[in-house]
């Protein structure tokens, strides 16, 4: 699973980590390890091949991810003869770890990154290897095009997908719809705003609940739309800014947004609103007395929802739907993902990466009780999930193809799309409270203008 409370650690610091890379970076490739050698062909290689070899991996994960992610290492080392060690960053601050290893010259064979900005940024120093031909046909054989996209750098590859988290899925209280008399799902934006007032005259005192006290929950809300009334085109040039935020495309956005964010009787105060934080915005749906019945946030919102509860509720109680179409606009998801990146030329390390972009390594990944992770993997079966509603959410995202699109604030500057109180996270927050497009909007193009300088 990709918690998006971790990437939000990595985003925190990612401005602070990136300078540490352009004072370390010499415009030179780093040493090898130990491993030595240059990177060998994809794939396992036999039993035994890699005997004697080691490699190490930097990650941000712990508990049930860490626990799956190890099945994966001791899978690969069983049939190699290799040794791979994960180490999870100290205080789950990865970009801060990574950076000083990096300038230390003491960098681990493999680094798990979060936001392509930080591949571009390691790529561009040369600090990362390209993966072989080989490993990268793997990845092309395995997943959407657009995927190794993300992971390359200047059309040349240098990192594999590992796991995928599907941020267009709406969560909802199935006990709640129910007592309201809502036999579906909502399919449009005008059916979400429909069902939550028939929720409303149910009895539901707050029927939307928006975790505002977190901005990047907000940021989510706001590129959902974006990608649904402006297009997959136009969302990649915000992200680039290319086109100003006091764009029409924006506007258009923005207002579509305030049919929610505006009514008292669909998401409460917004004064309050602002002031929840993400994990209570979850438990408003879901606790035993629930306050609110849908949450929109990403599908690692299933780990919030289990908490310590057994069972859990997830795929009985809690259930998920898309997020909505707006305007007619086609099936797009929202995605974040964890890539596997080459800090040296170790072999082993290049031959694992090669197995972690293939279809066992996914299946043992999601398959790993606990694990909460998701794959994009279009050769993983659904019944390797081991609930129907990780399938599902994992089926949304390889069945749009190419038509998806990274989290736009993770691939902006830090300071624009990844910083507590300022940026797009203050401006939304601020939004949300006045409801004034016009302003909003000049306050996004300043904080991205100074931002992408």
């Given at each position: 699973m990709?918690?998006?409370s971790k990437n939000l650690?990595?985003?925190?610091v990612a401005a602070a980590s990136l300078c540490t890379l352009a004072a370390c970076s010499s415009g030179t490739s780093p040493a090898p390890s130990s491993g030595g050698g240059t990177s060998s062909s994809a794939g396992t290689g036999g039993s035994g091949a890699l005997k004697g070899t080691s490699f190490t991996i930097l990650g941000q994960w712990t508990g049930g991810e860490q626990k799956a992610f190890q099945?994966?290492?001791?899978?690969?080392?069983?049939?190699?003869?290799?040794?791979?060690?994960?180490?999870?960053?100290?205080?789950?601050n990865e970009a801060g770890v990574l950076g000083t290893k990096v300038a230390g010259g003491t960098p681990p064979d493999i680094a798990i990154l979060s936001l392509p900005g930080a591949i571009a940024q390691y790529a561009g120093s040369n600090k990362i290897f390209p993966v072989s031909a080989a490993t990268q046909q793997v990845v092309e054989q395995n997943f959407a095009s657009e995927w190794g996209k993300l992971g390359s750098y200047k059309g040349k590859m240098y990192c594999v997908p590992v796991d995928a988290s599907d941020k267009?899925?709406?969560?909802?209280?199935?006990?709640?719809?129910?007592n309201a008399g809502l036999t579906d799902t909502p399919t449009t934006w005008e059916g979400l705003i429909k069902d939550a007032k028939t929720l409303s005259a149910s009895g539901v005192k707050v029927p939307i609940s928006v975790g505002g006290g977190d901005g990047w929950t907000l940021t989510d809300?706001?590129?959902n739309v974006y990608l649904r009334t402006a297009g997959v085109d136009k969302y990649d040039a915000l992200t680039q800014h290319q086109i100003k935020w006091t764009d029409p495309t924006v506007t258009k956005a923005l207002e579509t947004l305030k049919q929610v964010w505006g009514d008292p009787q669909l998401i409460g105060s917004p004064a309050a609103a602002v002031k929840v934080p993400f994990p209570a915005s979850v438990d408003n749906v879901f606790k035993a007395n629930p306050t609110s019945a849908i949450v929109y946030e990403a599908s690692f919102v299933a780990t919030t929802i289990t908490g310590d509860k057994d069972p859990s509720p997830v795929g009985t109680v809690a259930k998920v739907f898309p997020f909505p179409s707006i305007d007619g606009s086609q099936p797009v998801v929202e995605a974040a993902g964890d890539f596997g990146c080459a800090f040296t030329q170790n072999p082993a390390a290049e031959q694992f990466l090669a197995y972690l972009a293939g279809p066992e390594a996914a299946t043992t990944l999601v398959s790993t009780q606990g694990s909460g992770f998701l794959s994009v993997n279009k050769n993983v079966k659904a019944s390797a999930?081991?609930?129907?509603?990780?399938?599902?959410?994992?089926?949304?995202?390889?069945k749009v193809g190419d038509n998806f699109r990274f989290d736009m604030s993770d691939q902006t500057p830090a300071a624009f799309g990844g910083t507590p109180n300022k940026g797009e996270w203050a401006a939304l927050q601020t939004f949300l409270t006045t409801g004034n497009v016009k302003a909003t909007q000049e306050q996004l193009e300043k904080d991205a203008t100074a931002a992408y300088k």
């Open positions: 990709v918690s998006r650690a990595v985003a925190v099945a994966v290492i001791d899978a690969f080392d069983q049939q190699t003869g290799a040794t791979g060690q994960y180490t999870p960053a100290a205080g789950g267009s899925t709406v969560w909802y209280n199935a006990t709640l719809f129910k809300w706001f590129e999930y081991n609930d129907a509603t990780s399938a599902q959410l994992a089926e949304q995202m390889v």
